[in-house]
């Protein structure tokens, strides 16, 4: 039997790859990889085992109140046996899960309950507001509520998440799509979504260098987390022709240009964490070009996707749409990525989280690659 190592947190559960993952030059979504490196396939047996120790044990069924249907949730803690799950590819003939794509997963094991093993979406728990994950069969025509998916997790890089979002099996709907955290209830370790569901139902704030929200319209400067990963933010003029690039100084200390953000939500005065925003150096440039961030094209040599300066053209604008999110380092430290779901909630996006890349001594933007952790200092 094969293991999917997954990393617990408050807010989701994240699958960890073994090995990461090539930049993919097909169509077809990258298959997920077990902790062996190999990708999961249809009809065989996992276990998905958190990766941080004190966030549960492996999935397991758990009988909330003495009756049935069973619910999807963790062992107490780790080294505790756990059962295994099976995926069936919501594609026929699909021998491979991929990711984004719906599956049905299934626990492989037998139950005192009539009711299937299978994963299904269940009610809003009333107290937290939370939907929980139990067992049973959709009964309405699509099944939509039995069909999950993983994904990449913004943090990029090597790390997924499992979600709710079966737009494979009906494109035309528009789901409150959500991600798999786990909710603790009498000591049982409950799987639920919407995590962040606050009881605002806003996300945190994201907060500058003194702790203070990042405001709409004001001026911030972007410094790398991490001292020897580069210098501030700034414009790059990368080979002698506009439009110019995001990138950073090439040491800490310089001047940097200051960015101003706007959220997408129109009236919203914070930005918030997993929150679209358009986000533009407050700078004038020889560039005819408006000096917005631009989801760019892909470098041919490094297969990564550059940030330039512009305006999409598309209706939407989807590529001008930027997010924040927190880096997994803890404190007010937090990483760019570009995934623009509130402009666009039933678009498939190829999500990525912005890192950086080196080309002739100049610091570049790129996502598909590492990541760089940031902190936001407000212009004096
Ligand atoms: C147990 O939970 C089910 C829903 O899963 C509910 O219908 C039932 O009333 C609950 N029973 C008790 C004893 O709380
Ligand atoms: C975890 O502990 C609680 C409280 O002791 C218990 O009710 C529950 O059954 C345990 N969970 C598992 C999966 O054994
Ligand atoms: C500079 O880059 C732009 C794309 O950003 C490209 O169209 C142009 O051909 C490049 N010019 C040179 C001199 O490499
Ligand atoms: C960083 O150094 C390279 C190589 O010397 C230079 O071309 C580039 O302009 C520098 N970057 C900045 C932002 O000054």
Redesign the pocket.
């Given at each position: 039997m094969k293991s999917m190592r997954l990393i617990g947190s408050l807010s989701c559960i994240m699958l960890v790859m073994a090995i990461s993952a090539v930049a993919q030059p097909s169509s077809s979504p990258a298959p997920v990889l077990d902790s062996a490196g190999r990708p999961l396939q249809r009809g065989v047996e996992y276990y998905i085992n958190p990766a941080i120790t004190d966030s549960g044990g492996r999935f397991t069924l758990i009988n909330r109140n003495g009756s049935c249907p069973f619910y999807v949730g963790q062992e107490n803690v780790s080294g505790l046996e756990g059962l295994p799950v099976i995926f069936t590819p919501f594609v026929e003939g699909e021998t491979v899960i991929r990711e984004n794509r719906d599956f049905r997963v299934a626990f492989s094991a037998a139950t005192i309950c009539v009711q299937s093993t299978a994963w299904k979406l269940g009610e809003k728990d009333p107290e937290s507001n939370r939907r929980l994950i139990v067992t049973g069969e959709d009964q309405s025509s699509r099944r939509t509520a039995n069909y999950f998916r993983i994904e990449k997790a913004s943090d990029g890089g090597d790390i997924y998440q499992i979600s709710w979002c079966p737009t494979d099996v009906c494109p035309t709907c528009r789901f409150d799509c959500g991600t798999a955290g786990n909710l603790v209830e009498n000591g049982k370790r409950l799987l639920a979504l919407d995590a962040v569901a606050q009881p605002s139902s806003s996300p945190a704030p994201v907060l500058d260098s003194a702790g203070r929200p990042l405001q709409r319209g004001v001026e911030y400067y972007i410094n790398p987390a991490i001292t020897d990963s580069g210098g501030r933010f700034t414009l790059i003029d990368?080979?002698?022709?506009c439009?110019l690039y995001v990138g950073q100084e090439n040491g800490s200390g310089l001047e940097g240009l200051p960015v101003i953000f706007t959220p997408f939500v129109e009236g919203e005065t914070v930005i918030r964490e997993g929150r679209d925003f358009r986000v533009a150096f407050s700078a004038a440039t020889i560039c005819v070009q408006s000096t917005a961030w631009k989801l760019g094209e892909r470098d041919p040599e490094t297969k990564r996707r550059l940030i330039v300066t512009g305006e999409d053209q598309g209706s939407r604008r989807a590529g001008n749409y930027f997010r924040i999110g927190k880096a997994s380092v803890g404190g007010d430290i937090y990483q760019i990525s570009w995934c623009p779901t509130e402009v666009c909630p039933i678009c498939k996006f190829n999500c990525g989280t912005v890192g950086n890349l080196v080309e002739n001594g100049k610091r570049l933007l790129a996502l598909d690659g590492n990541v760089i952790p940031v902190t936001f200092e407000r212009k004096a």
């Amino acid at each position: 039997m094969k293991s999917m190592r997954l990393i617990g947190s408050l807010s989701c559960i994240m699958l960890v790859m073994a090995i990461s993952a090539v930049a993919q030059p097909s169509s077809s979504p990258a298959p997920v990889l077990d902790s062996a490196g190999r990708p999961l396939q249809r009809g065989v047996e996992y276990y998905i085992n958190p990766a941080i120790t004190d966030s549960g044990g492996r999935f397991t069924l758990i009988n909330r109140n003495g009756s049935c249907p069973f619910y999807v949730g963790q062992e107490n803690v780790s080294g505790l046996e756990g059962l295994p799950v099976i995926f069936t590819p919501f594609v026929e003939g699909e021998t491979v899960i991929r990711e984004n794509r719906d599956f049905r997963v299934a626990f492989s094991a037998a139950t005192i309950c009539v009711q299937s093993t299978a994963w299904k979406l269940g009610e809003k728990d009333p107290e937290s507001n939370r939907r929980l994950i139990v067992t049973g069969e959709d009964q309405s025509s699509r099944r939509t509520a039995n069909y999950f998916r993983i994904e990449k997790a913004s943090d990029g890089g090597d790390i997924y998440q499992i979600s709710w979002c079966p737009t494979d099996v009906c494109p035309t709907c528009r789901f409150d799509c959500g991600t798999a955290g786990n909710l603790v209830e009498n000591g049982k370790r409950l799987l639920a979504l919407d995590a962040v569901a606050q009881p605002s139902s806003s996300p945190a704030p994201v907060l500058d260098s003194a702790g203070r929200p990042l405001q709409r319209g004001v001026e911030y400067y972007i410094n790398p987390a991490i001292t020897d990963s580069g210098g501030r933010f700034t414009l790059i003029d990368r080979n002698g022709s506009c439009p110019l690039y995001v990138g950073q100084e090439n040491g800490s200390g310089l001047e940097g240009l200051p960015v101003i953000f706007t959220p997408f939500v129109e009236g919203e005065t914070v930005i918030r964490e997993g929150r679209d925003f358009r986000v533009a150096f407050s700078a004038a440039t020889i560039c005819v070009q408006s000096t917005a961030w631009k989801l760019g094209e892909r470098d041919p040599e490094t297969k990564r996707r550059l940030i330039v300066t512009g305006e999409d053209q598309g209706s939407r604008r989807a590529g001008n749409y930027f997010r924040i999110g927190k880096a997994s380092v803890g404190g007010d430290i937090y990483q760019i990525s570009w995934c623009p779901t509130e402009v666009c909630p039933i678009c498939k996006f190829n999500c990525g989280t912005v890192g950086n890349l080196v080309e002739n001594g100049k610091r570049l933007l790129a996502l598909d690659g590492n990541v760089i952790p940031v902190t936001f200092e407000r212009k004096a």
